[in-house]
């Protein structure tokens, strides 16, 4: 039966308008009624299966209709698997574009990820850069403090010298002041001390003649003893 109906589907439709196949008999009833009167046919009788003739009138008015509505859901069904096929034929081009778009977001994911390696990667460089640059910053603040509090203990010093120096300085003019009286007396000393070498000098110079005279006068005082005799 389905092959019936597809050897039918296959095949074109009946068009109502032909004459059915029956009256192709036409001629052969012409030819018939062309023989001579004398030898005209009998009267035909009417069939006795009519009820079987039109039953099978209609069922094949039925097959018919039947084949035309299954012509009709074929053809639409066609046309339905064609635009299923030209639907699909589009998915597939639109797969194979978002394929496309898929491996170019690939190779681009993978460059940037590429990238961001790279920059993460020079990131902890530079962040261990950093982190040497602080530790020596750290160092150079470290001596930076130790030196200006050596700079403020010699800032302290330099003070407590100066104080010291003026301090010191006053004690020297004072010192000072003291040596020129010092100096004073002492060239004085020594202007007293010329003056009593030369008294000195003077007094041994009269001591010294008051010897010689002493002596003279001891000498004149002694009695003169005898002159012996030999």
């Known amino acids: 039966m389905v092959y019936f109906l597809r050897t039918m589907a296959d ?6 308008a032909k004459p059915a196949a029956p009256a192709a008999r036409a ?3 012409e030819a018939r009624d062309s023989r001579p009167a004398e030898a005209a046919a009998p009267p035909p009788s009417p069939p006795k299966n009519y ?3 039109i039953a099978l009138g209609a069922l094949s008015a039925a097959l018919l209709l039947v084949v035309i509505v299954l012509w009709t859901e074929l053809g639409a069904r066609n046309s339905t698997i064609v635009q299923r096929k030209n639907r699909l034929d589009q998915l597939q081009a639109d797969a194979v574009v978002l394929q496309s778009q898929l491996d170019e ?3 681009g994911s993978a460059a940037l990820q590429k990238q961001m390696d790279d920059a993460k990667a020079e990131s902890d460089l530079n962040k261990a850069e950093l982190d040497k640059v602080k530790a020596a910053s750290v160092e150079l603040q470290s001596r930076l403090d130790k030196a200006l509090a050596k700079a403020a203990d010699f800032e302290t010093k330099m003070e407590e010298a100066k104080v010291a120096s003026i301090k010191h300085q006053g004690e020297v003019d004072v010192a000072q002041a003291q040596t020129a009286v010092l100096q004073t007396q002492l060239n004085k000393a020594k202007a007293d001390a010329v003056q009593f070498q030369a008294q000195l000098a003077d007094a041994r110079a009269q001591m010294a003649d008051l010897q010689a005279r002493l002596a003279k006068f001891q000498a004149a005082a002694q009695p003169q003893k005898p002159a012996s005799k030999n």
Request: aromatic share 0%; charged share 25%; no cysteine.
């Open 11 to 16: 095949d074109p439709a009946p068009d109502p």
């Open 27 to 29: 001629p052969k009833a």
């Open 51 to 53: 009820a079987a003739v």
């Open 105 to 107: 977001s690939k190779a």
